[in-house]
């Protein structure tokens, strides 16, 4: 009767007890998480757990921040609970192909791994306490490099059962098995996508088996690794379970995405379209991105500089054209106009002096300047003029019905003949009707030679400019 009950009592304790110890929890993103970081471990603004980041020779832990019950605490010998985990990761390298160590999956007895390596140790281990059975560390790696002196790594991309050291106890190349065909489809674990690793542990069997899978499809019926092995002298009553990464001389991003975790059961599925997002697609990317932006930004530069330069040259050519009168580029280049009065002044010498009259035209103007094709003046139109005898004095014959512009223009024209005539007076000799009408006039711009010629022929231009469009054509 008192066994009897003794029995139930110890039945119904240990069953509370039990109850007590069945730890679970499920992290679909670590915005809410109660983890304790350390190194260069932290959240990212939209819930990653991001072990390490772009830096070399770089560590970073993350654990749960509560102790786990692995043992019954009233039997110290008794073998461990059975535990059941998964999580979703995914590895971002600077290099398409290389990558920083990888991630590992620990149980350890503290909470972050004081004194550990941040490089082919994956943050789990040092030189010295490497392969220690004093550790009491259980991890599962996700190892990215070949490290065949220490450890005898298979390759650069396999998963492994560590326990207390490197040098895995059991070890494959990343990848899983067909559920149809029993086919081994190969992973690389530095892709930059995500996958999901699950990890069970059977505390009757004492087995250990570790299933890897891409994240968006569901777990493998033949797990990667599988274990026989009794933990129990391993894993002490209370241990610390988390993440540890290392980067080596490789910069890589090492990501959680979501984490579920329990004692005495089935860790609870995640749900993939809960976790948080990756960083748009790898370095890599990144950086072609930052190329690519790069490259516009400096063709935006580029053509803004060429558009301001024309921009400039042209505004500075309106500038100097100013400068150039309009009428100026209408009507040719000094010399041009030069050669035009020339002619005409030329014409005027004749009629007034060499002809057996004299003709006085009376109607000296723009429009009564014709151009031959080499821009030789020429006067046209008698319709006004007088015949008069030499020796009479032609200047009386320009009262009455002269237009005062066209005297303005002969006054002008003679002006201009006179410069003429006088900077070339060597070759030919002034033309007299010309020099005395000047003479009457204005006898001080008579000596004005190249100034005169400056000021006058624009003038003279422009009334010709006013008078006829066909002066121009
Ligand atoms: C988080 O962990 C700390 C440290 O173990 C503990 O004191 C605290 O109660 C935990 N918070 C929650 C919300 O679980
Ligand atoms: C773990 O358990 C072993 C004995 O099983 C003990 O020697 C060791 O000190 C324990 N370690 C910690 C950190 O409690
Ligand atoms: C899978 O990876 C291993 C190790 O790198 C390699 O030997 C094997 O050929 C790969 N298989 C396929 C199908 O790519
Ligand atoms: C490990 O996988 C094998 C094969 O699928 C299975 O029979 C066994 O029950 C698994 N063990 C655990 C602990 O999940």
Avoid at 182 to 193: P, R, W
Wanted: hydrophobic share 40%; aromatic share 10%.
């Amino acid at each position: 009767m008192f066994s009897r009950l003794l029995v139930t009592l110890s039945f119904f304790l240990v069953k509370v007890i039990a109850a007590h110890e069945d730890l679970s929890f499920t992290y679909n993103g670590f915005s809410s998480a109660n983890l304790s970081l350390d190194g260069v471990a932290e959240f990212t603004p939209n819930g990653l757990l991001r072990l390490t980041d772009i830096d070399t020779q770089r560590k970073g832990h993350a654990f749960y921040s509560n102790p786990v019950t692995f043992k019954n605490s009233m039997n110290t010998a008794a073998a461990i609970f059975s535990f059941s985990t998964t999580f979703v990761f995914a590895i971002r390298s600077e290099y398409p192909t290389l990558s920083g160590h990888g991630i590992a999956l620990v149980i350890s007895p503290t909470r972050g791994l004081p004194g550990t390596s941040p490089n082919h140790y994956l943050g789990l281990f040092n030189e010295n306490n490497n392969g220690n059975e004093n550790n009491h560390v259980v991890a599962v790696e996700l190892d990215t490099i070949k490290s065949i002196d220490q450890f005898d790594d298979i390759n650069n991309n396999h998963v492994g059962i560590d326990i207390n050291g490197l040098k895995s106890e059991k070890v494959y190349t990343a990848g899983y098995y067909n559920d149809k065909n029993g086919e081994f489809k190969n992973l690389t674990l530095v892709s930059g996508k995500s996958m999901k690793v699950w990890v069970e542990y059977d505390g009757k069997k004492k087995q250990m088996n570790v299933t890897l899978a891409p994240s968006n499809i569901g777990k493998p019926r033949t797990p990667l690794l599988s274990l026989t092995r009794d933990l129990s002298s391993v894993v002490n009553n209370t241990m610390y379970v988390g993440f540890s990464a290392s980067t080596g001389s490789v910069p890589t991003s090492h990501y959680i995405l979501g984490w579920s975790f329990k004692i005495n059961g089935q860790a609870q599925e995640l749900v993939l379209s809960q976790l948080p997002k990756l960083p748009r697609m790898g370095d890599k990317k990144d950086r072609s991105l930052i190329l690519t932006v790069g490259l516009t930004l400096i063709c935006v530069i580029i053509i803004s500089l060429a558009i301001s330069g024309i921009i400039y040259l042209i505004k500075r050519k309106r500038k100097f054209e100013e400068l150039v009168e309009d009428w100026e580029v209408d009507y040719g280049p000094q010399s041009q106009r030069l050669r035009i009065i020339k002619g005409v002044a030329s014409g005027l010498l004749y009629l007034h002096e060499e002809w057996e009259q004299v003709v006085i035209h009376r109607d000296v103007k723009a429009s009564n300047v014709l151009l031959d094709s080499e821009f030789n003046g020429r006067l046209g139109d008698f319709g006004l003029s007088r015949l008069c005898d030499h020796g009479r004095d032609p200047m009386l014959e320009k009262s009455g019905n002269f237009p005062l512009k066209s005297q303005a223009f002969v006054l002008l024209l003679n002006t201009v003949c006179a410069i003429w005539s006088t900077s070339a007076k060597k070759k030919h000799p002034p033309p007299p009707a010309v020099g005395s009408s000047l003479n009457h006039h204005d006898k001080d711009n008579y000596e004005c030679k190249v100034e005169v010629e400056k000021l006058m022929v624009p003038v003279i231009w422009h009334v010709a400019r006013r008078g006829s469009r066909r002066f121009s054509s």
